[in-house]
């Protein structure tokens, strides 16, 4: 069983979501964990190989938890939003940029 570990801002992003979206990702997160693939996460695109996002559909809203599995030992959670795409499916710009920000944290301090 792999460590689940946080950063600040991501914790604090997810902490905002609605608690029956927060057991659903918490629970594909343990299933990570365990060195296996929830239903609801897949292959994040445009990312190197070890980056997922788990989707959760609820009350008509999108939720999307990312996280890596190859930054050190542990399974890094680097970010949680309510997904408000203006363009169908794709995932905004802007929070493409902001995973691939902590990701570079995380990898400086891994350092």
């Known amino acids: 069983m792999r460590k689940i570990s946080w950063i600040k801002a991501a914790l604090k992003d997810f902490q905002g979501l609605p608690?029956?979206?927060q057991?659903?990702?918490k629970y594909a997160l343990e299933i990570a964990a365990a060195g296996e693939m929830a239903d609801n996460a897949k292959p994040?695109?445009?990312f190197d190989?070890?980056?997922f996002e788990i989707s959760?559909?609820?009350r008509g809203d999108a939720f999307r938890t990312i996280y890596a599995i190859k930054l050190g030992d542990d399974i890094w959670v680097l970010h949680?939003?309510?997904k408000k795409s203006t363009q169908g499916i794709k995932t905004p710009q802007r929070e493409i940029d902001?995973?691939?920000e902590r990701i570079r944290?995380?990898?400086e301090t891994l350092r």
Do not use: D, H, I
């Open 19 to 21: 608690p029956s979206v």
């Open 23 to 25: 057991e659903r990702v």
């Open 44 to 46: 994040m695109k445009g």
């Open 49 to 51: 190989a070890g980056v």
């Open 56 to 58: 959760v559909g609820y």
């Open 80 to 82: 949680a939003f309510q």
């Open 98 to 100: 902001l995973v691939n």
């Open 105 to 107: 944290r995380v990898k």
